[in-house]
């Protein structure tokens, strides 16, 4: 049963009380992990391969290990490996009934503890079940990973300033469809990969002004014209992948690389050491530019959402009566 709040009409001293009231979808998230505790268990330990094993390699030959502190290879029983780190996740997900049944806000460090427990056992898990019989270079996936990220990096920074200023802005991967398109367009034609990573944020930023010009020039509504935007840019750049890039690929769709820039000492590091500060020169870019937007966005004034804004209209003052 609720109850009305009561309000103070006088100056006496407030108290904040936070209710202790358990939300009804606090079953959701250990229901969550047992279930894909049990599928792991059964999917990728009790149906596993018996008999084989999963090797990771972790360091090679020539990295900083003194006294091979980080092993070059771990190899682990397949089927009883799978089995071992199914039944650590699902020992997380008693952690969290039990936490969720014991307090109705339970407190957020033991609760991402559990979660952390949880994702990484089951996800070493499933590894372990698909690399049976293989070897998994550790360094190597974790440093395709990180290069993958990048445009996903990028783009969703780009959504998060475009929401700070007002604008809605979905044709993102529309616009990193049109910088890629720019980049391969003009660093073939060019033959300088140089000059083709600095067309892309040019050819981008076309689709950003079209982008503002429909939706803060014409007011359109910013989910069409997002939307139409990526439309727009899937159908021009297929258009012409499929005629000319295809028809003169060495005129105008040469494979090209980045050239990997790799920091001596730091990327002999066992396992995060290649991952860190042996990628290309957008590796590096992203982690700068993560960190100036972290600062700028929630340590400066600039940055920083504090109250209304100076263009926020404010209610007038009632005048004394004559």
């Known amino acids: 049963m ?15 009380t936070l209710d202790d009231i358990r939300p009804h979808s606090w079953w ?27 090797t990771y390699v ?26 071992a780190l199914s039944i650590l996740a699902l020992l997380a997900s008693v952690g969290l009934w039990v936490l969720h049944a014991r307090s109705a806000r339970p407190r957020g460090g033991a609760r991402l503890a559990l979660i952390a427990v949880f994702a990484v056992a089951w996800i070493l898990a499933f590894m372990t079940w698909v690399i049976s019989q293989r070897t998994l270079d550790v360094t190597t996936l974790l440093q395709g990973t990180i290069v993958l990220a990048v445009p ?21 991967e529309g616009q990193l469809l049109f910088g890629a398109f720019g980049a391969t367009l003009v660093g073939s034609m060019t033959g300088n990969v140089w000059i083709g990573l600095a067309a892309a944020p040019v050819m981008a930023l076309i689709m950003g002004a079209m982008l503002a010009l429909f939706a803060v020039g014409y007011q359109v509504q910013q989910i069409i014209v997002g939307v139409v935007l990526n439309v727009f840019a899937i159908g021009i750049t297929s258009f012409f ?20 820039l790799r920091i001596p000492l730091l990327a002999d590091i066992p ?12 590796v590096y870019l992203m982690w700068i530019v993560v960190a100036v937007l972290t600062i700028a966005l929630f340590r400066t004034r600039w940055g920083c ?10 209610p007038p003052t009632p005048s004394a009566s004559p």
């Open 241 to 260: 992948f499929g005629t000319v890039m295809r028809d003169n690929p060495a005129m105008f769709n040469a494979p090209m690389r980045l050239p990997t």
């Open 58 to 83: 972790l360091a090679r030959e020539g990295d900083l290990n003194p006294l091979g502190i980080v092993p070059e290879r771990i190899a682990v029983p397949a089927m009883g490996g799978a089995i």
């Open 305 to 314: 959402v504090c109250g209304p804004s100076a263009s926020t209209p404010r």
């Open 2 to 16: 609720s109850t009305a709040p009561v309000v103070v009409k006088d100056d006496s001293a407030v108290q904040k």
């Open 28 to 54: 959701h998230l250990p229901v969550t992990t047992t279930v894909m505790g049990l599928i792991a268990l059964v999917v990728f330990g009790l149906r596993g391969i018996p008999g084989v094993e999963s």
């Open 271 to 282: 396992v995060l050491g290649r991952v860190l500060f042996e990628q290309n020169i957008l």
């Open 152 to 172: 996903l990096a990028f783009g969703a920074l780009s959504g998060v300033l475009s929401e700070r200023s007002g604008v809605i802005n979905i044709a993102i």
